[in-house]
């Protein structure tokens, strides 16, 4: 327990986080018990401000949830019609035939939305139902009881100094208390990392893997807009120096998600990902698109790529990991929302069960076991090996093999590969500068292409700048004794905000500066740093991007 007095409340379900997954739980929770005291805390200072996802989304977590969803006017109205798949090469484009693909790849069916219009609509939803939804309520503590079960967290905590100490407008927040807590994060929370640390629960699994997503969307001219038409790259400008790939995707309104995903096991600290995304949209393909058109958001964050062999056990003493805080994206697919709500339903499926029962703050191993059997589970496991192959053998050995081996599971549910292992973290994975040349990259056009901080100031992303630093630095001296002269310090590249910069002044050591102001929590740092001294927090509640349609 913390020694600050706070006041507390005691409700029956606790869930951080008000994404697909939290959501999907608060209303599967009032849908099986209306009497149940449901709260859901979010960072954001509404709900969708910090929701970022492509997003192409497979309806089946929806149609399970909520069966009438059309008729109850959900934000999902732009069904796919087109599908295509490339291979770029730097001045022309290799379609690549949907036949040879398994079905499960394929579009149909599915929709283009905006998964943080998505969020809002479905927080209307749950508050119908009588759910308790606190926006701008950042989750900084776990509160454990005396035999060390998680038993809550502290929510509203506001007003500390930039030394940590609290200030003259400080805020204690309050102890939100449940008999099981739900955490439901993203992408490397910082609740969930710690309670994956302290209760082993990656014992038996495979390292966590990652990639870095940017999106932005365009406003293009009506006669180059198809709705409906998605498309996904790969190849150029990425070739050999790491995984990833893009998405363009139509909505309506004559607007285009324009996206790039680059996987982190890269290896070359000279990689510069945000600038690689810059880059392709000089392609041939995607200037004539963008041509005459204007990018009016823009916005990053990792992205779970370890699929099935990486969830850790998504249940603890007193709570369960949802979604994406238990890495539950599809990435052959380039899916998570709907695993994220087929995973909410679950928790929510045995929290009941129990409460029933008169438990609480036990271990929910029905949970655990319905995320790995269950739906989520053969979503995940028939596509298991592609992001390793991809990783250890390229692009070819993963379009080929991998195409194989989904074909495999797909028709008769085995793999001749068995289940491959990911081998080195991302982190880790950073080669020494010393074996790599710096990459030349384009100056940004202001037209097609933008310098970081300008599209920054598209994500309308502010932090209070005298509250403590969220990116804390285990040894503040290593950026500069360690990973500038070992690795050129790739945190000046790697963040897609800016937020790291090593500055050089004549007859002045260098100096390694933070601006914590710039992030857009994609928590890229806390993942990619090779020293691993960066560990992402959250900031007081309400901070961070402001995302209107992502």
Not at 349 to 372: F, P
Request: aromatic fraction near 8%; proline fraction near 7%; charge should be negative.
């Amino acid at each position: 327990m913390s020694e600050i007095e706070r006041e507390s409340m005691e409700v029956d379900v606790v869930i951080v986080g008000a994404g697909p997954a939290g959501l999907s739980a608060a209303i599967r929770l009032k849908q099986l018990d209306p009497d149940l005291a449901v709260v859901v805390l979010e960072k954001g200072s509404e709900v969708g401000a910090h929701i970022l996802s492509g997003a192409v989304l497979d309806p089946c977590g929806l149609d399970r949830l909520i069966p009438d969803w059309k008729d109850k006017g959900a934000p999902v109205t732009v069904p796919v019609t087109q599908d295509r798949f490339y291979m770029l090469g730097e001045g022309g484009a290799l379609r690549i035939p949907n036949s040879i693909m398994p079905p499960f790849m394929h579009n149909h069916g599915n929709y283009i939305v905006s998964m943080g219009n998505v969020c809002r609509w479905m927080a209307e939803q749950a508050e119908a139902l009588g759910v308790e939804i606190f926006p701008g309520m950042a989750c900084s503590e776990l509160v454990y009881g005396v035999d060390g079960t998680v038993k809550g967290v502290v929510a509203g905590e506001m007003g500390k100094q930039s030394d940590g100490t609290p200030g003259p407008n400080y805020e204690p927040g309050m102890e939100l208390l449940g008999k099981y807590v739900f955490l439901g994060e993203g992408v490397r929370g910082s609740l969930s990392k710690e309670v994956i640390a302290k209760f082993d629960l990656a014992k038996d699994s495979d390292v966590p893997k990652f990639g870095i997503g940017m999106k932005e969307i365009w406003e293009i001219d009506p006669a180059k807009h198809r709705e409906g038409s998605v498309t996904h790259t790969m190849g150029w400008p990425l070739g050999g120096n790491a995984g990833g790939g893009s998405f363009v995707y139509h909505l309506d309104n004559n607007q285009v998600y324009v996206g790039f995903v680059v996987h982190l096991n890269y290896e070359n600290p000279y990689l510069y990902p945000y600038m690689e995304f810059q880059r392709f949209k000089h392609h041939p393909m995607i200037a004539e698109l963008l041509k005459g058109g204007k990018r009016i958001a823009y916005g990053a964050r990792a992205i779970s790529e370890g699929g099935y062999q990486s969830i850790p056990k998504a249940a603890f003493p007193g709570g369960v990991l949802l979604g994406c805080s238990a890495g539950l994206v599809n990435v052959p697919r380039i899916k998570g929302n709907h695993n994220a709500m087929l995973s909410g339903m679950a928790a929510a499926d045995a929290a009941v069960e129990a409460i029933r029962a008169g438990r609480a703050g036990d271990v929910l191993e029905g949970y655990d076991s319905e995320l790995r059997t269950g739906p989520v589970g053969r979503d995940l496991k028939r596509v298991r090996n592609v992001k390793p192959m991809w990783s250890k053998w390229g692009l070819g050995a993963s379009l080929t093999l991998g195409g194989f081996d989904m074909w495999t599971n797909a028709l008769f549910g085995v793999s001749l590969f068995g289940t491959l292992s990911h081998g080195k973290t991302d982190a880790a994975a950073t080669g020494k500068a010393s074996k790599f040349k710096p990459i030349d990259y384009p100056k940004p056009d202001g037209v097609l292409s933008f310098d970081r901080l300008t599209n920054v100031s598209y994500a309308m992303t502010n932090h209070e700048e005298s509250q403590p630093s969220h990116l804390r630095l285990a040894d503040p001296s290593i950026p500069i004794s360690v990973n500038l002269p070992t690795y050129a310090e790739p945190a000046q590249r790697y963040c897609p905000a800016g937020v790291y910069e090593v500055v050089e002044e004549a007859g002045k050591a260098p100096r390694f500066v933070v601006n914590f102001q710039n992030c857009v929590h994609c928590k890229t740092c806390d993942i990619k740093d090779p020293s691993q001294n960066i560990t992402w927090v959250t900031p007081q509640g309400g901070d961070g991007p402001n995302y209107p349609n992502m």
